[in-house]
Every structure is written in structure tokens, then in C-alpha cells.
């Protein structure tokens, strides 16, 4: 039996299962297989462990991209003013639900289902689910019917809603881009009102080019687990918004300073921040879409380790430059610097040479800083430094492809202006089209008291008493 043709990102094809080395199981059951199996079922015994291995790790690999969700809201939470901590986590927990309903409706099925060789998009049609071979083999009552929809279930490699579960978590990865940024100001149903329309089509249109094998993939664009596909389009997403949004109140003072508005929990941030890089290792280590035999394994753990290096190394620059750059060593920047490596490391984790994930982890928690002091000039105002971190790291790492992992620089420079381009306008069109009907941003009396007393009447901490700001 064969899996399918080509895995569900459209960058590798599968290797027949019969070719793959049977995975390592506990003693005693490799003993009792040695034992009680004939030659003739090994092929047959293969295939199912595949199919197992492979669809258990979809979900747990899953799990912990999803718990990334969590770090987002700690770092989110901690870095906003008390005042607006309670909005951070209605938006967060907001965001991923709208996220998993959007890729139910439509779209996994337009990132999917049905994309046209070099195409642009997949099907319209709503709903995804469980096939019908996988329905008999659940709940059918005739034995040779279940025994045909079994085999069937078992050539696909995987189970349908695994694989739809893994690629659901992406998503709501990049909306959680969008939330730090803009915390603080924006409106909390024309924030939900973005995040539907990117989850169900901004993003899938831009899956559909590439990893649904769309016209990107076509010209052999590379991104092994969505530096620029997730986490660059989280960040023009970001960007068009702060620029439609415009900065906090008092933020830019009228002689061009900027306002500091130090974080609130520190220690929160910081959690945040490894809770983030913990789930990064099922982001990156579940984008081998396989855990089929020992080529498997060797790719899984150079992928854990270059990732571990890269972020490891972003901490560091930022460290390095930020008391040159920022004067004085800044914490919040090393942290950022951290998860600038991580997503410069995402477009190849999967490279052999090791001290490139270093090079690569390391210029990319330098581009965070740069990238900091750039928006300050530009008075564009990103609470959590979240473009910087994501948008800007993650044109680097898709360029570093070229560098490190075969990839043509021209295909990864066409790739990376065709995404921005697209993601940019659809979402400054949908940010200016709230604007201009249900409005985009909070009243100034409720900017001054906080979100969390304006829009919800709860306090994340209660016993402090909440001072309207005044500027300096």
C-alpha cells in the first residue's frame, strides 16, 4: 500500500510503506510480534503502526502548538498595563475558537481540498470532517465492510481530523500575532470581526499557494514550518492594523519621544515567552508530517535541536545589542529576541549543520531589535513588539532558506513579496472597512480607564485602583 502521493503541506512526498523500517516498539511486544506474526503480516502490521504512529503524533504535536495559545496570553497580559489584562485574555482564548470554528467551515478546504496544480485556491464548499471509509470503520456492523473501509483508513497514512487538528493550531498562531500588537486600543468585536475573515481566508489563501501546492509551491518556494506562511502573515496582518488603528493615546508625544508604557508582570512576560518556545518544538518537529522509522527520528531531533540552538542564540544578540542600541540591557528585548530566533528558524529547521541554526537564530534576534527601534521612528506603535519578532524575523529565516536550505533565492524573494503584498492590502482593506462602519478603536474615556473596566466591568487585579493617565 502506498500513502498518499504527496503530504498534506505539498513539499515532500511520501515514501511507500512497505520501504519504511518498522517503528521501534516496547520489548515486549516487539518479542510477541517476533514471535506470533508470520512473515507474510509484516507488511500489513507496518502499515497500521504507521498509520498510529503518524496520526498520534499529528495530535500530540498539536497539543503543544496549541499550548502556545497560552504563552501568547501570558506574554500578551504581562506586557499590557493591569488595566486592559482581562481584555488580553478574552481575546486570546476569543481568538483561538474563532480560529478552530473558520478552519472547520472553509477553511482548511480552500488551503486543501481540491487545490489545482499551481493553483490559486481550493474548494468553497463548507465543512470538513471525518471521511466515510473512517465513519464505517467507527460505527459499521458488517465485518468485510469494516475490514475494506479499515484498509482504506490505513493507506491514507493518518487520520483525517489529526491531520485537520495539526494544521488548525497554525492558524491560530498567527491570529495570536495580530493580538499583541494592537492591544490596548482596538475594539474588541472588530477585532474578532479581522480574526474570522483572516482564519477563514486570508490565511488559507496563503496556505493554498504553498503548502496546499498551489502556484508557490509550484515554483518550489520553501517554508518547512511557516516562517513567512504563518508567522509573516501574522505580522502584515499586525502592521496593516496598528497603521488603520493608529498608536495609543500619549504614546508619540507631539516633540517625537516616545512614551515609555513599561509591562505590567515581567515574570509573566517571561513565562510566556518559554511556554512559547516549549510549543515551538511541536510547531517545527511536528512539520516532519511522518514518525515512520529511523530516517524520521535523526530528522525530528536535528529539527528539536536546531530550534532549541537558533532561539538560544536570538536571546543572546539581543542581549549583546540592546544596551548599544536601547541603553541599557533590556530584558523585554532579549525575551523578543528569543522568539525572533525561533521564527527565523522555522522556514528550515530541518538543516543538518547546526551552527547555521545558530547564525540564522542569532540575526534574527538582532533584526528584533533593529526592528524595535525602527517602528519608533516610523510611530507606528506594536505593544509586544510582535512584527518586529515575527514579520521582519520571518522574511530573514525564509531568505535564509537559500542560504542553508536549498533553497532559490529569487523563488523565496517572489514568495515572500507575493504573501506580503496579498496579506497586506486584504487586511489594511478589511481594518479600513471596519473603520469606517463599526468603527475600529475604543473611546479615549475608555482608553484612559482600560478596557477591562469599559468593556468587560472586570479587573484582572482588582485591588489596585485604576488612575486614569494623564501624559507626561
Known amino acids: 500500500m502506498i500513502f498518499d502521493s504527496i503530504c498534506r503541506r505539498g513539499v515532500r512526498a511520501r515514501r511507500p510503506a512497505a520501504a519504511l523500517p518498522l517503528p521501534a516498539l516496547p520489548i515486549l511486544t516487539g518479542a510477541a510480534l517476533l514471535l506470533l506474526a508470520p512473515s ?12 498510529v504512529l503518524n496520526s498520534f503524533s499529528f495530535l500530540i504535536w498539536g497539543a503543544l502548538v496549541m499550548w502556545m495559545c497560552a504563552g501568547f496570553t501570558m506574554l500578551e497580559s504581562g506586557s499590557v498595563r493591569t488595566k486592559n489584562a482581562s481584555v488580553i485574555c478574552l481575546k486570546n482564548i476569543g481568538l483561538y475558537s474563532i480560529a478552530g470554528l473558520m478552519f472547520y467551515f472553509i477553511g482548511y478546504n480552500i488551503m486543501y481540498v481540491g487545490v489545482p496544480e499551481g493553483g490559486w485556491f481550493g474548494s468553497l464548499t463548507l465543512f470538513y470532517g471525518t471521511t466515510a471509509d473512517e465513519v464505517t470503520l467507527l460505527t459499521g456492523e458488517d465485518a468485510a465492510a469494516k475490514a475494506a473501509a479499515s484498509a482504506a483508513v490505513i493507506e491514507t497514512g493518518k487520520a483525517t481530523m489529526s491531520d485537520w487538528f495539526f494544521q488548525m493550531v497554525f492558524v491560530a498562531t498567527t491570529a495570536s500575532i495580530v493580538s499583541g500588537t494592537l492591544a490596548e486600543r482596538v ?11 483572516l482564519t477563514a481566508i486570508v490565511y488559507p489563501v496563503v496556505g493554498a499557494w504553498t503548502w496546499g501546492g498551489g502556484w508557490l509551491a509550484e515554483m518550489g518556494f520553501k517554508d518547512f514550518a ?5 508567522h509573516s502573515t ?7 492594523g496598528a497603521i488603520v488603528v493608529g498608536a495609543r493615546k500619549g504614546k508619540f508625544r507631539p516633540d517625537g519621544t516616545v512614551r515609555s508604557t513599561p509591562p505590567s508582570n515581567v515574570p509573566a512576560v517571561t513565562l510566556g515567552v518559554f511556554i ?14 511522518a514518525l515512520g522509522g529511523a530516517a524520521d527520528a535523526v530528522a ?7 530550534t532549541n540552538l537558533a532561539a538560544a542564540a536570538g536571546v543572546m544578540a539581543a542581549i549583546a545589542l540592546s544596551r548599544p542600541l536601547l541603553g541599557r540591557v533590556d530584558l523585554l528585548a532579549s525575551l523578543n529576541g528569543a522568539i525572533g530566533g525561533l521564527v527565523s528558524i522555522t522556514a528550515a529547521p530541518d538543516i543538518a549543520e547546526h551552527y547555521w541554526a545558530v547564525i540564522i537564530g542569532g540575526v534574527g534576534g538582532a533584526i528584533v531589535i533593529l526592528g524595535m527601534k525602527l517602528l519608533e521612528r516610523l510611530k507606528i506603535d506594536d505593544v509586544v513588539g510582535a512584527v518586529p519578532a515575527h514579520l521582519f524575523a520571518g522574511i530573514w529565516g525564509t531568505l535564509a532558506v537559500s542560504i542553508a536550505g536549498g533553497g532559490n533565492l529569487l523563488v523565496q524573494l517572489i514568495g515572500i513579496a507575493a504573501i506580503g503584498a496579498f496579506v497586506f492590502a486584504a487586511s489594511w482593506a478589511i481594518w479600513t472597512l471596519l473603520k469606517v462602519t463599526v468603527g475600529v478603536r475604543i473611546a479615549p474615556t475608555a482608553e484612559d480607564l482600560g478596557q477591562d473596566v469599559a468593556e468587560l466591568g472586570i479587573e484582572a487585579y482588582p485591588e489596585f485602583v485604576v488612575i486614569p493617565e494623564h501624559d507626561d
Request: net charge negative.
Open 234 to 240: 501574522g505580522g502584515w496582518a499586525a502592521l496593516a
Open 276 to 289: 512559547l518556545w516549549l510549543g515551538w518544538f511541536g510547531f517545527n518537529g511536528g512539520s516532519q508530517l
Open 40 to 51: 507474510a503480516a509484516w507488511a500489513a502490521v507496518g502499515d497500521e503502526t504507521q498509520f
Open 187 to 197: 475594539k474588541l468585536w472588530s477585532f474578532f470581526a479581522f480574526i474570522t475573515v
Open 226 to 230: 511557516g516562517s513567512t506562511i504563518v
Open 300 to 306: 525530528l531531533s536535528n529539527i528539536l535541536a536546531n
